[in-house]
């Protein structure tokens, strides 16, 4: 195998490992889908994360079951219809600097918001904040107030229910006895306090409901079989209605649009680092089905033509894009697809240099998410077959003329069943203008 066809295959090693570490999910079990009822539905979960992490996993503390009642409660219709926003705090504990503590507190609340829009995706992505909360200071709190064991507990219950800053509070703590009851705190309750986070479900305002005033019929009293005198029935009393109470409007927040658009424009910034210009545009077919075709075309000459990246690169794409698509916008979440393409090149470098023909054909997976109003961001990569004829040459300056030559040293074929390619796109959605509600 050529030399050319080597740094190819590196090319596509390195990007492989690029990919995989922008895509650095962590996978769980599958939450329960069973049906909840309003008595299931907390204003507040809490979740735990490992000491200096802010990676969330399943299996830590209670963070399971949490996850699971996150899950069901957001995919119930009956909740999701009355949340009007959610609240992450993220939590840290006094180990450690303010400012790490601070650093980590932050991204273990976006850790848990990441989970929330990659397993929720749709309504709640817009609607997910981040409170810079470091310190939970009412978990502490209740640990400590049910503890007697606490050196120097009421001091330290005076100082936590102080006014004074995170950062003051954690100082005068680590100084308490002499640092006893900071040891005994870290010792003991340090994982409680590395919270993510405290998730908070703000609801939408029930509407008033009226009730219909009640009508009262007073009936006449009877009149006695024997009388003297005739005795007028009373005539019939109608209570008065009640004044209706009045109502009050209630505005609800409306549910985020999922865009439509007619195409993307994109481009590989891994191509782009490299000068590979690039363009690729991707056509949705209905809510789960797109066709995508992509063009490289760089054709740079350096330093008097000792250097050339000379490229035209032809492929065509059909994707399927998987999940739950009504509440999603189009051309984000999971796809898999076919693609096939080839193209010619011409790499020089120096003393030698590679020109040839190539075509590919395999399949490609990935993920695309939403970054802004009309961008996303897209990680894939394709494994298929790769065939390449090639020709190796060296330039010599004509001595007569001062014209640069290539001078033919060999040709042959190579093959490669692998990765073929690899993108870390950036993503232009054109919308119709008309979304789908």
Known sequence: MDKFF???RNLFERSIFFVILLL?????????????????????????????????????????????????????????????????????????????????????AAALRTYIRWKHPGVYNDRISIRPVV?????LIDLIENDPLVPNRDEALSI?????????????????GGGSTDTYLNKNYARYMRTATSVFFAHKEKPVEIQEP???VVQPEPVPAVV???????????????????????????????????????????????????????V????????????????????????????????????????????????????????AGGGYYDVEWKTKGYQGEFFSAGITGGFAHKIGRNLRMEYSLGIGYLTNKYREYTPQQCGVDGEWHLIKQGNGTSNWIGPTRAKV??????NSGNNKK
């Open 228 to 282: 003297e005198e005739i005795v007028a029935a009373p005539e019939e009393v109608i209570a008065a209605p009640e004044k209706l109470p009045e109502t009050t409007p209630v505005t609800l927040s409306p549910l985020p649009k999922t865009s439509r658009p007619l195409f993307a424009l994109k481009t590989n910034l891994l191509f782009d680092v490299a000068s590979a210009l690039n363009l690729e545009v991707e």
């Open 6 to 8: 080597n740094i190819y």
């Open 214 to 216: 009640e009508i009262v």
């Open 24 to 108: 650095g999910i962590s996978f769980g079990a599958q939450a329960s889908t069973s049906s909840v009822n309003q008595d299931f539905f907390p204003e507040r979960l809490l979740f735990y994360f490992g000491n200096n992490s802010s990676l969330l996993v399943r299996d830590y503390n209670t963070n399971r079951a949490n996850l699971d009642k996150l899950d069901a409660m957001l995919r119930e219709p009956e909740f999701s219809s009355t949340v009007d926003s959610i609240v992450i705090s993220g939590g840290a504990s006094l180990t450690g600097s303010f400012q790490v503590n601070t650093r980590l507190a932050h991204e273990r």
């Open 284 to 339: 949705p077919i209905g809510q789960r089905w797109s066709v995508a075709a992509e063009g490289i075309f760089p054709w740079w000459l350096y330093e008097k033509k000792q250097y050339a990246l000379e490229i035209l690169n032809g492929n065509i794409e059909g994707r399927y894009w998987w999940g739950e698509r009504s509440r999603r916008d189009q051309l984000t979440g999971w796809f898999t697809g076919v693609y």
């Open 160 to 176: 936590l229910n102080s006014s004074a800053g995170d950062q003051s509070k954690v100082t005068r703590i680590k100084q308490l």
């Open 135 to 139: 310190f939970d200071w009412g978990i």
């Open 425 to 430: 796109s950036l993503v232009w959605m054109i």
